[in-house]
T-cell receptor
Framework: GAGVSQSPRYKVAKRGQDVALRCDPI?????LFWYQQALGQGPEFLTY????????KSGLPSDRFFAERPEGSVSTLKIQRTQQEDSAVYLC??????????????????FGPGTRLTVL | GDSVTQMEGPVTLSEEAFLTINCTYT??????LFWYVQYPGEGLQLLLK?????DKGSNKGFEATYRKETTSFHLEKGSVQVSDSAVYFC???????????FGKGNQVVVIP
């Protein structure tokens, strides 16, 4: 299909392991977002890319979290030395345009199915 | 910071019943407001939106009105179906900042 895809859908890691989560946005979409959704909670913003530029990483919870989008398409969220509190569903979303600069038509975010990370 | 509050707990109701899910927000300025829905096994989908005060968003029989005076955006549907069973999230976006702030979500279960 033409939607946002994420892989793997499920990941189990032992505490201390590094993990890499992949997001394939909708082709041609400029903006890409990562969110973290803990059990029973709403998604929390992690980071935002406009093409290959990471414009906002204020939501990353620690320096163990790192995201990249080197060619402005596929993105990878990497978590180093995973901890149990990292267990969550990681959601990726993309939207067609970049920052609106204030006001203007809403630039809808299309979400992928998420990657469920369980850290043992 | 900006935040969204949804009513506590799941909602269970019978088919054809009236549904209301409460949502209130805290934000400076004039945020855009959204309802997202997550059906079992699927990703979040935009259900409806409103970008300014007194706007009414509507889709698939659902409605929500942006009430600036009460800082609310309650979701309503007059007659629910079993297929409406899902988790519903209220969210806001402020100005040029593209990030969404979500509420905790409400699971809705519709019984035949």
């Amino acid at each position: 299909g033409a939607g946002v895809s994420q892989s793997p859908r499920y990941k189990v890691a032992k505490r201390g392991q590094d993990v890499a989560l992949r997001c394939d946005p909708i082709s041609g979409h400029v903006s890409l977002f990562w969110y973290q959704q803990a059990l029973g909670q709403g998604p929390e913003f992690l980071t935002y890319f406009q093409n290959e530029a990471q414009l906002d990483k204020s939501g990353l919870p620690s320096d163990r979290f790192f995201a990249e989008r080197p060619e402005g398409s596929v993105s990878t969220l990497k978590i180093q030395r995973t901890q149990q509190e990292d267990s969550a569903v990681y959601l990726c979303a993309s939207s067609a345009k970049g920052t609106s600069g204030g006001g203007g038509v809403y630039n809808e975010q299309f979400f992928g199915p998420g990657t469920r990370l369980t850290v043992l | 910071g900006d935040s969204v509050t949804q009513m506590e707990g799941p909602v269970t109701l019978s088919e054809e019943a009236f549904l209301t899910i409460n949502c209130t927000y805290t934000a400076t300025g004039y945020p855009s407001l959204f309802w997202y829905v997550q059906y079992p096994g699927e990703g979040l989908q935009l259900l409806l939106k409103a970008t300014k005060a007194d706007d009414k968003g509507s889709n698939k029989g659902f409605e929500a009105t942006y009430r600036k005076e009460t800082t609310s955006f309650h979701l309503e549907k007059g007659s629910v179906q079993v297929s409406d069973s899902a988790v519903y999230f209220c969210a806001l976006k402020r100005g040029g900042n593209n990030r969404l702030a979500f509420g905790k979500g409400n699971q809705v279960v519709v019984i035949p």
